[in-house]
């Protein structure tokens, strides 16, 4: 069997899409971030752990609580590649590859493979996609997986094999091992399945619809059966630690802070919101501080798209009775996505806690980049229609475009924002130069560490020594002892040799 012209062109670009995103995500891994901050060193602890002790945890209790299947990959990684930074950060960079791949799968389902490449090469540009992949932080899996889950449902619903509603299921019911705010998923998929049986029921004929009807009903079930079977084992761990269940959920809420959570509530909804466009998160550690998450002309693409959808949503119904299923999913991801966001009360607009919509988000930014494209060629060959070279023109115009986008956001995340000493600062850089300092001494010289950093308590030494204890293996008490290591609070009592020596941690 051979391939047409343009499936060959599709499987060129997909390529070159998938390429980039591996260059944007490895280049320089092991110097930008310029440090290991001690929430990423937390995990690499735990995973460490689990594969020494084969303890594998449904959920790992430290550092507030997190759910375990980033940690338990992470260990698997360690088990067969050995500890490093770059071992820590390779199931965060690959998630955020195949979320790349998913973008592109489940756009070309839903639209078009010129929509679904859009989509993708955004996604595979974008400073806050390649930021995330690049930090060793369990949400990154939390789209990917929602983004595959969604994919196979609609293949699913689209009369493709039924196993897609079995590796729906399964995907699913992965996912609630990855991040809190991953818990908004069924409301999504409920509200696109209602979408679905009303677009089915008012499109098809009598005999179509009772078909239609029962293939959902069985792949739904199906669908239930196996995401639920796969996320009760962290059900029944919640069941038996419901404090876990709420975690720093109750820390953050805006329910739990006082004040007049209604106002709170409509003013974190419209900082949210123009996060894309306007104002983005402050953290230097989640963005380019202050900027917003989309470089302009891809924030740009996002309103159009954005616009497009609730336009075709409300359209759709007005001319068939029904809303339009696509739309009805990517408008539902993105508002229900960012509840979790909504209702917190600590940096907003958070990017980290709004990384579920990034495939919906990227997936409108890729139909309204292909809206304006298309508009644009169909008023140039109005004018130029009989000449030879239009098409040609019109593609290296958009290569060229599509080309000063990723050169513009590599500047912006690896020269711009990598350099800023504020960046070093945030991701605690300073650490790492004194785990790297300690790893060079000989182990007859006692190393005192001193933590005067407060946070969380982790076997009674607060999280800023994490990201030490992790690059110099000293996590555990008898590794501090083997490596001549001691961890210090601030008025402990300690006898410094003269040839003994001291680090501090502030």
């Known amino acids: 069997m051979t391939l047409s012209m343009s499936r060959r062109w599709q499987i060129l ?12 995500r490895f280049y320089h891994i092991n110097s930008t971030p310029p440090g290991l901050y001690p929430d990423e060193a937390m995990n690499g602890n735990d995973a460490q752990q689990a594969w020494e002790t084969k303890h594998f945890q449904i959920f790992y209790p430290n550092n507030n609580g997190r759910e375990g299947l980033y940690n338990n990959l992470t260990a ?18 690959l998630s955020g590859i195949l979320g790349v791949v998913a973008v592109y799968l489940l756009a070309k389902e839903m639209f078009s493979w010129q929509i ?72 999504i998929i409920l ?27 069985r792949g739904l079930a199906l669908v239930m059966i196996v995401g639920i079977a796969v996320a009760l ?16 959920t109750t820390q953050v809420s805006i329910f739990a802070s006082g004040g007049n959570w209604a106002k709170t509530l409509f003013i974190n909804f419209g900082k949210t919101i123009g996060m894309f466009n306007f104002e983005g998160d402050g953290n230097w550690r989640h963005n380019f501080a202050g900027r917003p998450e989309l470089l302009w ?28 299923v696509a739309h009805t999913l990517l408008l539902s991801w993105f508002f229900i996505g960012l509840a979790p966001v909504f209702v917190s009360n600590e940096g907003i607009p958070h ?55 990723g050169i513009a956001e590599y500047q912006k995340y690896f020269i711009q924002w990598a350099n800023q ?39 009674g030494i607060p999280m800023p020594a994490q990201p030490v204890m992790f690059i110099t293996d000293t996590f555990t008490r008898a590794k501090q002892e083997a490596k001549n290591v001691q961890y210090v609070l601030p008025g402990q009592k300690f006898q410094l040799g003269p040839k003994d020596r001291l680090f501090v941690l502030n």
């Open 233 to 248: 084992p962290l059900g029944l761990y919640f069941l038996g630690h419901p404090g876990d269940f709420f975690g720093r």
């Open 297 to 324: 002309p891809i924030s740009l693409m996002f309103a159009a798209g954005f616009f497009r959808s609730i336009i075709k949503l409300l359209r759709h119904r007005k001319d068939h009775g029904h809303y339009s």
């Open 116 to 187: 679904a490449a859009f989509s993708a090469w955004l996604m595979a540009i974008s400073f806050w996609a390649v930021n995330f992949s690049r930090i060793s932080f369990r949400a990154g899996l939390a789209p990917t997986i929602m983004c595959f889950g969604v994919y196979f449902l609609w293949r699913g619903l689209k009369g493709k094999h039924f196993a897609n509603f079995l590796l729906s299921g399964l995907i699913f019911g992965l996912g609630f091992y990855t991040y809190i705010a991953y818990r908004v998923a069924p409301a």
């Open 351 to 405: 990017a980290l806690r709004a990384l579920m919509v990034m495939p919906p988000v990227f997936i409108m930014a890729g139909e309204g980049g292909w809206w304006f494209f298309s508009w644009l060629k169909q008023q140039y060959l109005a004018r130029h229609w009989s000449r030879p070279w239009s098409n040609t023109v019109l593609g290296l115009v958009l290569v060229l475009f599509m080309l000063s986008l």
């Open 76 to 93: 698997v990684v360690f088990g067969f590649f050995g500890v490093s930074i770059f071992n820590l950060k390779i199931i965060s960079i």
């Open 13 to 24: 670009i997909f390529l070159v899409i998938i390429a980039t995103a591996s260059f944007f």
């Open 421 to 459: 000493p504020v960046v070093y600062d945030s991701f605690n850089g300073h650490y790492t130069e004194i785990a790297n300092e300690i790893n060079r001494l000989p182990q007859s010289v006692k190393k005192y560490v001193i933590v005067e950093a407060d946070g969380v308590r982790v076997n």
């Open 191 to 217: 509200l696109t399945l209602l979408a679905y049986q009303q677009f089915i029921r008012h499109d098809y004929t009598k005999e179509e619809y009772q078909h239609a009807r029962q293939h959902l009903l």
